[in-house]
């Protein structure tokens, strides 16, 4: 089962939706492929518009971290 045919907009919230800039917050970011999909739905339920908002993202391998300070 694809992620997109599990996530929708339930059946009477639209209305709630319709017209409404949106806020959408994730803990973590990775593919952003969730964060794509709920947009999408969020979208088609007619939000006006969706921003996302992430606590964090995994990085890919070959990106470095931030090092932390020595003790």
Do not use: H
């Not at 009477?12 to 800039?21: L, M, P, T, V």
């Not at 492929?33 to 070959?62: H, P, Y």
């Amino acid at each position: 089962m694809e992620i997109a045919d599990t996530i929708i907009v339930r059946a009477g919230r639209e209305k709630r939706i319709e017209g409404q800039a949106v806020l959408l917050v994730d803990d973590v970011l990775t593919t952003g492929a969730t964060a794509s999909v709920c947009t999408g739905a969020l979208l088609k339920a007619g939000a006006l518009s969706v921003d996302i908002l992430v606590a964090a993202r995994t990085c890919k391998g070959d990106e470095q971290d931030v090092p932390y300070p020595e003790e």
